[in-house]
């Protein structure tokens, strides 16, 4: 389910901050990870838990922003990762 996908990718988010943001923060409309506090450091430690987890690789040279919650899943979603399309 997309709730599902939503929440999963908010528990990593959290994760990679190490707790300097909250799921309720992450998963606020409009919600922007930079603004968060998200760095680039705790960017590439979230791409990393995405791919582990969803057993894809993302290149984040190209032109698809990754800087949502929303963004993330529409990039999982292009990718057919697994419990991302339900």
């Known amino acids: ?21 909250t799921p309720a923060d992450v ?15 705790g960017l590439l430690r979230l791409i990393d838990a ?8 993302i290149d984040l040279s190209g032109d698809e922003p990754v800087d949502s919650l929303d ?4 990039l999982l979603r292009r990718q057919d990762a697994p419990a991302a399309g339900d």
Not at 27 to 40: K, N, Q, R, Y
Not at 52 to 57: H, I, K, Q, R, T
Not at 71 to 74: G, K
């Open 1 to 21: 389910m997309e709730r599902e996908l939503y929440h999963r990718l908010a528990d990593l988010i959290v994760e990679v901050s190490d707790g300097a943001v």
């Open 27 to 41: 998963l606020a409309p409009g919600a922007c990870l930079t603004d968060l506090g998200v760095g680039s450091l």
């Open 50 to 57: 995405v791919e582990d987890e969803y057993g894809l690789s």
């Open 71 to 74: 963004e993330l899943a529409a």
